[in-house]
């Protein structure tokens, strides 16, 4: 049975070069230091990411531990103990707490209202201004320009990270700064959102999780669990 690996795969920002061996019939690949010096954001964003979706590697035991289930998910390591004792005991808590993440304050949509709100509506009208309301509407940013403000029921850390994966949109163009340390976190929000979806292809009781979670309140990101439900038996992972 599968199992993600997540944390080795975002701890991997944070690592200076060297090649990890690991054991027979894993997935073995060189690590390489991603860094705002060697890498810019899109780019480091869209390389976690790609490994992430291609991060399968086979079930590992690990000595049953329930501390991770009062943590903090601080760390990516916490996010792969907790898929590990969801395949390991089947409880159903870990699961709800990966889902927890997805309620993580929305950093891009912060930084963007507050961008917003130093703006004068005749600024639209000149550059740098200008380019900016025309690179975040090709990008579909729901923005609401006259009164300034971030609409919609939206994550949009999620929404950057897909754009940035799709090679739609490069971090440098927008018109609010992400530190490397806002970027990790970002692309554990992504990381859970993706594994949720992918782990509900391969059990039916993470895909009852997924389609519960999405109709209670909390992130905007919760409404991307909605996709569980919607794929067929034996139907391919799509990241929303």
Known sequence: MPRLATASRVRSLRRPARIRTRPCGTVAQDKRRLSSDEMDGDRMLRKLLTQLRSSWRPKQSVPYDDSHLCVP????????????????????AAVRRIVSVLDWDDLVRIRLQAWLSGIRPESWSTAPHRDYQQLLVA????IDYDNRSVDGPVDLDIHVALLARSHKLKFADLPIPLSPKELV?????????WSLLAMAKQHEVVAQICETESKRSGGAARLHLAAAARRPPGGGVEYP
């Open 139 to 142: 990008c579909c940013f729901p």
């Open 73 to 92: 998910i601080d760390d990516p390591e916490v996010l792969d103990r907790l898929w590990g004792e969801f395949i390991d005991t089947g409880d159903e």
């Open 185 to 193: 976190r970002l692309a554990m929000k992504s990381a859970a959102l």
